[in-house]
């Protein structure tokens, strides 16, 4: 079993739409949990962080945390077609360590 | 702002080869972190380094190398190359505190290994 699991996708939502991106963990001792954008060929560009339990919001984005479920999800309201993406989830453990990736959901959101 | 710099973008080499890639954090960022991503997978951890000592160590092979200057700046050294260490190479810089663990990643130098 992988640490960090996440469907694979595509996920396909219409123009306007919400897309909810989930991922499970298996660390029980995870203490910090990420969301990261990656474009084909570009980098890992930093979305969302959360590290307590409940939802964190900012802009069209919602990150919820539920650690009795190791579960970490991302809502994306509105979706438009510039978020067309694979999404990674990320968790790190503790301090200055290293982050355990997801192999990251391809969302495609149509016109 | 200051992003984290990476060279070369891109690099091709035969099998057996040695290649060296550098990154620059981003300025006071205390941590560096090397990842590599093959096609189609997830970025998979390499080795960190925290004010310049190795601070965790994943999947990296014995054939490859890292460390971090005084200057901040980080170099991975892979040698004895094979025709699967082709792939994108990203450097990622964060700083503790508060927020530890957003890391910033720079562009990727792609390697291809022939």
């Known amino acids: 079993q992988k640490e960090v699991e996440q469907n694979s996708g595509p996920l396909s939502v219409p123009e306007g739409a919400i897309a909810s991106l989930n991922c499970t963990y298996s660390?029980?001792?995870?203490?910090?949990f990420f969301w990261y954008r990656q474009y084909s060929g570009k980098s890992p560009e930093l979305i969302m962080s959360i590290y307590s339990n409940g939802d964190k919001e900012d802009g069209r984005f919602t990150a919820q945390l539920n650690k009795a479920s190791q579960y970490v999800s991302l809502l994306i309201r509105d979706s438009q077609p510039s978020d067309s993406a694979t999404y990674l989830c990320a968790v790190g453990t503790g301090t200055a360590s290293k982050l355990t990736f997801g192999t990251g959901t391809r969302l495609q959101v149509t016109l | 702002a200051a992003g984290v710099i990476q060279s070369p973008r891109h690099l091709i080499k035969e099998k057996r080869e040695t290649a060296t890639l550098k990154c620059y954090p981003i300025p006071r960022h205390d941590t560096v972190y090397w990842y590599q991503q093959g096609p189609g997978q997830d970025p998979q951890f390499l080795i960190s380094f925290y004010e310049k000592m190795q601070s965790d160590k994943g999947s990296i092979p014995d054939r490859f190398s890292a460390q971090q200057f005084s200057d901040y700046h980080s170099e991975l050294n892979m040698s004895s190359l094979e025709l699967g260490d082709s792939a994108l190479y990203f450097c990622a810089s964060s700083t503790t505190g508060t927020n530890t663990g957003e890391l910033f990643f720079g562009e990727g130098s792609r390697l291809t290994v022939l």
């Open positions: 660390d029980r001792g995870s203490q910090s």
